[in-house]
C-alpha cells in the first residue's frame, strides 16, 4: 500500500488548499507543492526502514527549492548533491555538511575542495581518476575523505534508456573487478578512506526485481570485502523509487517491498544503509497548475495550447514521459483526443499525443500531476520565458516559495560587450 499522499479530489483541493482559488489569485503556470505529501513519503519510508541502521540522503536535483531542502532538514533527512550548486543550497538551507554524500562522475577539483572543506560525509568516487584526485586534495587540505565506490553493477534497470545508470555501457560507476583493485591498495592513500560502497542503478524503476538483483551483487562483494579484512562503514543504496505518472495504472514498489529487499540482502550488514531517494519523495507530491491558451482545431488534430511549455516540465518532450493531465473544472461532454501542446517553437513543446480529455476551452484550468520531482529542477527560460513560480502548501496554508521570475530577474548576469584582449 503506498503512503498516499493528500489526494487531490474532484473538488481539486490539495493538502487543504483550493487549487481553483489559488490559481485565481497567481497567475498560471505554477507549481504547487503539498507539505504533507512530501512528509507523508519521508515518514512511509523510515517505518518501512525502522530497525536498520539507515539514512536518508535526499536527492537534490529531483526539487532544489529552498523550502523543500528545508522540509528535509526539518525531518532530519540528509542530501545527495551532484555539485558545488547542490552543496551551496543545502548547506544554506540548513542540512548539516556531515548528512550530505557527493554523487556524480564529473566532479571538478574545485567541487571536490569545497565539499572537503564543508566537511561532507562522503564521496561516492566513480573513477579512479577522480580517487587519485580526492588522496590529492584531501592530503594538501590535511583533511581525511570518506569515500565509496561507486559499483556499476550491469543490471538493467528496465526504465527509461536515458535515465537507465546501472548497466556496463553507462557512464556510471565501476565494475566489481575495477573496485576489487581499488580495495587491494587502499592502504597506499593516506587521505582517502575507502570505506563504502554505492550503487544506483536508474530512476523510476516500478519493479522490485532489479533493485534485488543489484543489491544481491553489492551484498556478494560486501562479503568477499569483508573476508579479506576490508572494514566497510557504509552501504549507499542508491535512489530509483518509482512513483505514479498514471494513476490507476502505474503500480510502484511499496516501501515495505524496498525495505524488505535490503534487509533480505543487506540486513546483515554492521555499517550504515544509506539511502538516496530523489523522485519518490517529491514526485506525487507536486503539481504544475496551468491555463489553456486556446484550441486549434487542425485538419487531423485538435491541439489544447497550455499557458505551460518545455521549458517548465521538461520531461514530455526529453522522455515522452506520461503526465496525468486533469481539467479542474471539467465541462460536461464527450471526451475527445487532443494533443496537449505548449507555445514554444518545437514540435517538441508537447505534454500528451492524442489523450482523451473532457471538453477545455479558453481559460481553463488544468494541473499536470506528479510534476514536484525534476519539474522546477529542469526548467529553463527558453524562448525567454521567465522561471515560473512555487507554491508550498501546507494544511490550508500556502507560501511563495520562488516568485515568478521578472524580466529583470531573467537576463540578470547579461551586460553588453566590453572588449577585452587576454
Ligand atoms: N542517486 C544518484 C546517484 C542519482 O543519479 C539519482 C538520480 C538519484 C540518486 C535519485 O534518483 P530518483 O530516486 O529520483 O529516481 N530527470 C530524470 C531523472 C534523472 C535521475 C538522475 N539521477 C527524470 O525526469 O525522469
Not at 581525511?144 to 534497470?157: E, G, L, Q, S, Y
Not at 534487509?263 to 554492521?270: I, N, P, S, T, V
Not at 485538435?302 to 514521459?321: E, G, K, Q, T
Request: glycine share 8%; with cysteine.
Amino acid at each position: 500500500q503506498q503512503p498516499d499522499p493528500p489526494r487531490i479530489d474532484a473538488d481539486a483541493w490539495f493538502d487543504g488548499v483550493d487549487l481553483r482559488e489559488l490559481a485565481a489569485r497567481y497567475p498560471t503556470p505554477f507549481y504547487a507543492y503539498s507539505a504533507n505529501a512530501i512528509r507523508t513519503r519521508i515518514r512511509g519510508l523510515q517505518q518501512a526502514l525502522a530497525g536498520l541502521n539507515y539514512a536518508i540522503c535526499y536527492a537534490v536535483k529531483a526539487n532544489s527549492n529552498l523550502a523543500v531542502l528545508q522540509l528535509m532538514a526539518a525531518e532530519g533527512v540528509g542530501a545527495d548533491i551532484v555539485s558545488s550548486g547542490e552543496l551551496w543550497r543545502s548547506l544554506h538551507a540548513g542540512i548539516p555538511a556531515q548528512r550530505i554524500v557527493f554523487s556524480g562522475v564529473g566532479k571538478t577539483e574545485q567541487e571536490m575542495a569545497e565539499a572537503l572543506a564543508a566537511g561532507i560525509q562522503r564521496f561516492n568516487v566513480e573513477s579512479a581518476d577522480e580517487l587519485e584526485a580526492l588522496e590529492r586534495l584531501a592530503s594538501s587540505l590535511h583533511v581525511t575523505a570518506h569515500a565509496a565506490v561507486r559499483i556499476n553493477p550491469d543490471v538493467d534497470a528496465l526504465t527509461h534508456a536515458k535515465i537507465s545508470t546501472g548497466k556496463a555501457e553507462n557512464k556510471f560507476g565501476v565494475s566489481i573487478a575495477e573496485a576489487r583493485r581499488w580495495f587491494a591498495r587502499a592502504g597506499s592513500m593516506h587521505h582517502v578512506k575507502l570505506d563504502g560502497l554505492h550503487v544506483h542503478i536508474g530512476s523510476q524503476m516500478l519493479s522490485v526485481a532489479p533493485i534485488r538483483e543489484a543489491l544481491a551483487r553489492v551484498a556478494a562483494f560486501w562479503r568477499e570485502l569483508e573476508a579479506a579484512g576490508h572494514a566497510l562503514n557504509s552501504i549507499d543504496v542508491g535512489g530509483g523509487l518509482g512513483v505514479r505518472y498514471r494513476y490507476g495504472h502505474d503500480e510502484p514498489v511499496t516501501p515495505e517491498a524496498y525495505a524488505s529487499a535490503i534487509r533480505d540482502h543487506l540486513g546483515a550488514f554492521k555499517g550504515r544503509i544509506l539511502l538516496e531517494p530523489g523522485r519518490y519523495l517529491v514526485g506525487e507530491a507536486g503539481v504544475l497548475l496551468t491555463r489553456v491558451v486556446r484550441i486549434k482545431q487542425g485538419d487531423t488534430h485538435r491541439f489544447v495550447v497550455l499557458d505551460a511549455a518545455m521549458n517548465d516540465l521538461l520531461r514530455p518532450s526529453l522522455y515522452d514521459a506520461w503526465h496525468d493531465i486533469v481539467p479542474l473544472v471539467p465541462r460536461p461532454g464527450p471526451s475527445q483526443a487532443c494533443d496537449i501542446v505548449g507555445p514554444v517553437c518545437e514540435t517538441g513543446d508537447t505534454f500528451a499525443r492524442g489523450r482523451m480529455l473532457p471538453p477545455l476551452e479558453a481559460g481553463d484550468l488544468v494541473m499536470i500531476r506528479t510534476s514536484g520531482a525534476y519539474g522546477s529542477s529542469m526548467s529553463s527560460t527558453y524562448n525567454s520565458r521567465p522561471l515560473v513560480a512555487e507554491l508550498l502548501l501546507d494544511e490550508g496554508r500556502h507560501a511563495i516559495v520562488r516568485r515568478r521570475q521578472t524580466f529583470e530577474d531573467m537576463i540578470a548576469g547579461e551586460q553588453p560587450a566590453r572588449w577585452e584582449t587576454v
